[in-house]
């Protein structure tokens, strides 16, 4: 494997050397309801991880910064990826902390400071696409905080475009669960297909 593999730990404590970070892979899950770690399983032959993670490149959205919740997951994880992919490795300050906790530690990093805005995936939505994250920042409006993908039943928050500067602020003073905050803010909601924002949850999602 030939990608980039800076390693910030913990995330708020210090500063990546290249590019600013355009994307945050949440990859710090215990994948309990699962039984095993949704980021190594396999979907037509390549990792959960390495799905998102190519999906967000081929998107333009690289740097790719993924928060894990220990050093053996950096190993773990970066064997699958895909070669040249453009990645820094971050560990949650607590691990299994959860999303919100991960957000925060990426919007208060120093070299997030002038970040316009950041696209969220969490690791467990392997047919996720390119053209959606594309999408997604068509569909973001200049008076909006974020723009969130739906399925036309239900918003997926860990999939939003946000502007970090709006978003940051006001989860720091609100430690609900995102999909409610979110709700809360100035936000577009982008139409797409079900089954690409089909997430994997527990053994029966993968027949």
Request: charged residues 25%.
């Amino acid at each position: 494997m030939t990608s980039s593999r800076r390693l910030i730990t913990p995330c708020g404590a210090s500063m990546s050397c290249g590019d600013p970070m355009r994307s945050l892979l949440l990859a710090g899950g215990r994948s309990r309801r699962m039984g095993r770690d949704k980021a190594l399983i396999e979907i037509d032959g390549q990792s959960c991880i390495a799905r998102v993670a190519s999906a967000l490149a081929e998107a333009g959205l690289e740097t790719i910064r993924i928060a894990v919740s220990s050093p053996e997951d950096i190993e773990h994880y970066g064997e699958t990826l895909p070669d040249g992919l453009d990645v820094e490795w971050v560990l949650d300050a607590s691990p299994h902390a959860g999303p919100i906790e991960a957000l925060i530690e990426a919007i208060e990093d120093p070299m997030s400071q002038d970040l316009e805005t950041l696209q969220l995936a969490p690791v467990d939505v392997p047919w996720v696409t390119p053209e959606m994250f594309s999408a997604l920042s068509g569909a973001l409006a200049e008076e909006d905080a974020l723009a969130v993908p739906t399925d036309g039943e239900r918003m997926h928050p860990l999939l939003a475009l946000i502007r970090p500067s709006v978003v940051g602020q006001a989860i720091n003073q609100d430690r609900r669960p995102l999909h409610v905050q979110f709700t809360q803010m100035q936000h577009s909601l982008l139409l797409e297909d079900r089954a690409i924002l089909r997430n994997l949850n527990r053994p029966a999602d993968l027949d």
